[in-house]
C-alpha cells in the first residue's frame, strides 16, 4: 500500500549521530536523549526502544509522555524535564519516574507520598541560571538543595540547568550562566552534599561552549541530525534523521490568467502545468510556504503556487515532462534541506519536527530498506515489514 505522505525515518544515521556524540564526550559523560514532543516527530516508542541499550536515560516533557514509555517496557530512567503537579506524585512512584523539583514545598509532598508507599524516588532538581523560565532561582538553590536532600523518601540524584543561547557566537552570557551553575556546584561540595548527576548542556552547548559537559548531556535535535544554527555545521557531522515525502495526487493543465488555491493568491503568467501533491498543513507542511518553497519530483526542484491547503499543496511541474500521478516528491531530505524549509516559513526546525501531524506514517528504515512502519490505522502500534 502506497502512502499518501510519510517520514522516513533512518535508523543507521540515528546511531551514527549517538556514535558521533559519545566519541565526541568521552567515556565519563552519559547521554540523556531528549525524546519529548514525540522524539521530536520521529516516533518516540521506536526511538527509545533503538536507543535505550546505547544511552543512559530519557528526558520527556509530560507525565504522559513518560507513562507512555514505560508501558512499552522503557526500563531506562525517565527525567520528566517540565514542572509536574501534585496530582502526578502518585503516578511518579507507581511508574517508578523522575520528576524535575523545583521547591522544597512540592519535593516534601513527594517524599511523604514516598514514605506511605514504602519507596524511595530519585529526582533531579532545576536549577535557574538565567533562562527566567522554570527552576529553584540559582542565588537560593544550595540552601533549597540542602533542605530537599534532608528527606528521606526523596533522593537528588541530579541537578540541572538550561542555557537561554548557547548556540550564540557570543558566548558570554551562557558563560555566565555556567559560572553560576559552578557556584552551586562549589557550595553543595562544601556543605557535604553529594549529587550523581550534573547537567546544563543541550545539543548547542555540546557543540559550542566548552566544559559545560559535566558527567551527564542532553542532546535532542543533534541526535536527530540538524542543527540549531548553520555556523555549528563544522563543529560535529551530523546525518539527518528523517525525510518527509508525499505524492502526486493529480495533475492540471493551466491556462494563462487561471489562479490556484484559496485567496488566488498565485495566477498564472502563461499556460503551466501544476501537480497537486497529498500534503498540506495539517501533515505539518506550514501555510507559511505558500509561493515560497520547493519540492523534488523526479530529479528537479518543482516550486509551490498558492496557498498550502489543510491537506493539499499544489507545484508547478511544467518544467518536468515526466511527472504523473503517484510520483513521489521529496519534500525535504536528502536534496531539499529542512533547514531550508524552516528558513522559508521563518520558523525553527524544532516546530517543523514536531509539527508533522499523527496522520503521516513514520517508515523506519535500516541499510535503505522499510523494517517498520506505524500509522494511525494500527492497532497494534506499527506493523513489521
Not at 5 to 27: F, P, Y
Not at 287 to 306: E, I, P, Q
Not at 328 to 355: Q, W
Request: proline share 3%; hydrophobic share 40%.
Amino acid at each position: 500500500m502506497k502512502n499518501r505522505t510519510w517520514a522516513e525515518i533512518d535508523i543507521d544515521n540515528l546511531m551514527h549521530n549517538v556514535k558521533t556524540l559519545k566519541k565526541l564526550l568521552g567515556k565519563k559523560t552519559k547521554v540523556m536523549a531528549a525524546v519529548k514532543a514525540n522524539a521530536y516527530g520521529h516516533d518516540s516508542i521506536e526511538i527509545t526502544r533503538v536507543l535505550s541499550p546505547h544511552i543512559e536515560m530519557f528526558g520527556v516533557a509530560s507525565m504522559d509522555e513518560a507513562i507512555e514509555l514505560r508501558i512499552h517496557r522503557i526500563d531506562n530512567p525517565i527525567l520528566i524535564l517540565s514542572p509536574v503537579m501534585e496530582s502526578d506524585i502518585s503516578r511518579i512512584i507507581d511508574y517508578n519516574l523522575m520528576p524535575n523539583l523545583i521547591s522544597f514545598e512540592f519535593a516534601k509532598k513527594l517524599d511523604d507520598a514516598a514514605r506511605r508507599k514504602y519507596r524511595v524516588v530519585n529526582a533531579h532538581v532545576e536549577v535557574d541560571t538565567g533562562m527566567n523560565r522554570t527552576g529553584i532561582s540559582y542565588s537560593d538553590a544550595a540552601k533549597d538543595i540542602e533542605r530537599i536532600s534532608s528527606l528521606k523518601n526523596v533522593r537528588v540524584e541530579g541537578i540541572f540547568s538550561h542555557f537561554a543561547e548557547a548556540e550564540r557566537r557570543n558566548k558570554s552570557f551562557s558563560i555566565a550562566q555556567r559560572k553560576r551553575f559552578d557556584i552551586i556546584l562549589d557550595e553543595l561540595q562544601k556543605r557535604k552534599i553529594k549529587i550523581k548527576y550534573k547537567h546544563i548542556a543541550n545539543s548547542s552547548a555540546i557543540e559550542n561552549i566548552s566544559g559545560c559537559g559535566y558527567n551527564l548531556v542532553r542532546p535532542g535535535i543533534m541526535i536527530y541530525g540538524q542543527y540549531t544554527d548553520e555556523t555549528l555545521r563544522d563543529t560535529v557531522a551530523l546525518k539527518p534523521v528523517m525525510k518527509l515525502k508525499t505524492r502526486i495526487g493529480q495533475i492540471k493543465m493551466l491556462r494563462k490568467g487561471d489562479s490556484v488555491s484559496y485567496g488566488r493568491t498565485f495566477t498564472a503568467k502563461k499556460d503551466m502545468v501544476i501537480a497537486t501533491c497529498l500534503i498540506g498543513y495539517a501533515d505539518g507542511y506550514p501555510r507559511s510556504l505558500s509561493n515560497k518553497a520547493s519540492m523534488l519530483v523526479n530529479g528537479k526542484r518543482a516550486s509551490v503556487v498558492g496557498n498550502v491547503c489543510m491537506d493539499l499543496t499544489m507545484i508547478d511541474v511544467s518544467h518536468i515532462k515526466t511527472a504523473k500521478v503517484g510520483d513521489e516528491a521529496e519534500v525535504f531530505g536528502d536534496n531539499i534541506p529542512l533547514s531550508e524549509i524552516s528558513r522559508h516559513s521563518r520558523t525553527l526546525i524544532y516546530e517543523i519536527m514536531t509539527g508533522i501531524g499523527p496522520r503521516v506514517p513514520r517508515v523506519f528504515m535500516k541499510k535503505n530498506k522499510v523494517y517498520y512502519s506505524k500509522n494511525i490505522l494500527a492497532t497494534n502500534g506499527g506493523n513489521l515489514v
